[in-house]
């Protein structure tokens, strides 16, 4: 066996969404790094798929075009509204949501950014991201790579590596980030815990059919189906593949130990006996809403589904782990540039771990709210937990294995069995029909989420907090209202740079906090009189007017600071301080907030760039 050495400042373990956007983004600052992957070729079996536009904007950091290529693997907007409830797809609909209904909800979430949260299966997002990373020369992408261990010291990491093909190598580096999913090895040999129930096991089948005679148009996205053979959800991609997903309580069950038998019995009962069908692959997991306990240890950090791990309901886990990817990246940037000390990679899981609590709330509240449709059909999600617990705890757990899984493929029929009465012509039935039909409505928050895809905020870490309560960012869980308050993400703006319309948080210093002002004059003035700030290495300035636009009052109504106010941005676009005073009488608390903001960086006696013609930003004019 050869064994061969490398090095780089990062070596990133894993070529999930998060492990290549953290690679990418790297690369973006001119910081080569080491990918490492198990893998030889890209999972082929979906798992996510719901990308938010939040994610789009930050891969257009790294690269426009890649956003771009990557958004059009996305379906019209259009087809992507429909979510449906019904027994078999061949029987008429129970009740469903159609999430693009109200016109005016959905024309203002298109004002909320560049993008728009879209449907990619993960076996099509993969192979695109794993393309990009190929052709970025400062990445080192190693596929077929097991980790069989590594070390890490004060002054790096160095990491042994099994290839498939019999080599070996032996990896240096600064600096380790563990992306390796959910089950991650590296995150095992840190001896991170990581807490947080069990809240179901999962198994799914992608397969392909023709489904055209019997789905109804436009195509739902989900589809939830509950009969006396099947309860689940049916999830259609693209050219005609489907992921069909449901519940077992036992690896002894059919649907684990023959998965191959299992679903082509039961794939038909759902697509209907007389439609050919091709089975792809087939998986299982654990449902689970976890953290871990410290998202870094030394030189060491974890990110994705390495870090936490969210139940599905919501599509919370990628996007996630995108912006985590982005959280470690300018910070890792500063300190590798020598910009900053590494305690500032400490900021990491203050900002991260206070918004993954949030999103780890809102699934498993989604998960759960999804009994308030199947309570009638005595089947809820709680008591399928209290079954899974059951069967993995004494006695159930001592039965012998094909006994077990008899024992709970039966408790599961006999669960599904009020289902019958949905096909039947009688009071009772229509009843049942109507109160499912009643709840569904319920569930929006399950499937609209852009208060939460936008409006997540860093209360915590590096943001200086205003005096005033802060008020509840964005209008809850569906409904977003953009807002510069400390922690939150700059509202996206379309402005006019350099002859291109570009949004205003792409124009923020990937390197430096950025002071958005629009009184130019006032606080070029002013900053170039305050001796402490004309020297900060760690700030440049971009004027933002609105000489083109037909809104006077536009840095009143989107910055929320008023004429004569500032907004100061973060590298990754999120807000750390405003003020809604003069330049001349915020300077100094504009300096202190510099000092809080950069006692982790390194200063030194380089004049901050002044504002130039060429940074005149002017809004986009609208109709």
């Known amino acids: ?369 999804l009994d308030e449709v199947t309570t009638y059909l005595n089947i809820t999600n709680r008591s399928l937990m209290g079954v899974t617990r059951a069967f993995a705890s004494a006695p159930l757990k001592w039965l012998p294995g094909r006994l077990k899984g008899r024992l709970a493929d039966g408790m599961m029929k006999l669960a599904f069995s009020k289902t019958k009465l949905l096909s039947r012509k009688t009071k009772q039935a229509d009843k049942l029909r109507k109160q499912i039909a009643d709840a569904i409505p319920g569930q929006i928050e399950h499937f609209v989420s852009t208060g939460l895809e936008f409006g997540y905020a860093y209360k915590a870490g590096l943001v200086i907090p205003e005096a005033l309560p802060q008020p509840k960012i964005g209008a809850g869980v569906v409904d977003y209202k953009p807002t510069t308050w400390p922690g939150a993400r700059l509202p996206h703006v379309p402005v006019l740079h350099e002859g291109q319309t570009k949004p205003l948080i792409h124009l923020v210093d990937k390197r430096k906090f950025t002071l958005i002002v629009h009184d130019a004059d006032a606080w070029t003035q002013a900053l170039s009189q305050s001796t402490g700030l004309a020297r900060c290495r760690h700030l440049t300035v971009v004027l933002a007017q609105s000489s083109l636009s037909s809104d006077p009052q536009w840095p009143v109504r989107q910055l929320e600071v008023g004429q004569h106010g500032a907004v100061l941005v973060r590298p990754d676009g999120h807000v750390a301080w405003r003020t809604h005073k003069h330049a001349a009488s915020s300077i100094e608390a504009l300096n202190q907030a510099m000092t809080s903001l950069t006692t982790c960086f390194v200063s030194d006696q380089r004049p901050v760039p002044m504002p130039s013609p060429s940074h005149q930003l002017s809004v986009r004019r609208t109709a």
């Open 1 to 369: 066996m050869s064994t061969q050495k490398a090095s780089a400042p990062v070596i990133i373990v894993g070529a999930g969404a998060t492990g290549c956007t953290l690679a990418l983004l790297l690369a973006g600052y001119g910081i080569p790094s080491i990918l490492l992957e198990r893998r030889k070729a890209p999972m082929q079996h979906p798992a996510a798929h719901v990308v938010n536009g939040r994610s789009f904007e930050i891969w257009a950091g790294y690269s426009e075009d890649m956003a771009q290529d990557l958004l059009a693997l996305c379906p019209p907007i259009e087809d992507i509204g429909e979510i449906r409830w019904c027994t078999s797809l061949a029987e008429p609909s129970l009740g469903g949501l159609n999430v693009l209904g109200d016109q005016k909800r959905v024309d203002e979430v298109l004002t909320h950014c560049h993008y728009h949260i879209s449907h990619i299966g993960q076996h099509q997002l993969m192979p695109a991201l794993w393309a990009w990373v190929e052709k970025e020369p400062l990445i080192s992408f190693v596929k077929g790579a097991n980790v069989q261990a590594f070390t890490t010291s004060h002054v790096g990491v160095t990491v042994k590596v099994d290839q498939q093909d019999g080599s070996a190598s032996t990896l240096e580096a600064d600096w380790l980030v563990g992306a390796d999913g959910a089950n991650s090895a590296v995150r095992e040999a840190l001896g991170i815990e990581l807490k947080g129930p069990v809240l179901a096991h999962m198994a799914s089948v992608f397969f392909r059919a023709n489904l055209d005679a019997i789905l109804p148009k436009p195509y739902p996205l989900l589809t939830w189906l509950y009969n006396p053979d099947f309860c689940g959800v049916l999830i259609k991609h693209a050219d005609d593949h489907y992921i069909l997903m449901g519940p077992f309580v036992c690896r002894d069950q059919e649907m684990v130990r023959d998965p191959q038998a299992y679903w082509a019995r039961i794939i038909p009962t759902v697509i209907g006996e007389q439609t050919p069908f091709e089975i792809k692959t087939q998986g299982n997991w654990s449902m689970t809403a976890q953290q871990a306990s410290r998202y870094r240890d030394g030189r060491a950090l974890l990110a994705g589904d390495a870090a936490h791990r969210f139940p599905h309901t919501g599509g919370f886990g990628l996007n996630g782990g995108v912006q985590d990817a982005q959280n470690i990246a300018w910070k890792l940037a500063a300190v590798l540039e020598g910009r900053a000390k590494d305690t500032l990679l400490d900021s990491y899981e203050v900002e991260r771990k206070a918004v993954i609590q949030l999103f780890l709330a809102q699934s498993v509240g989604n998960h759960f709210k």
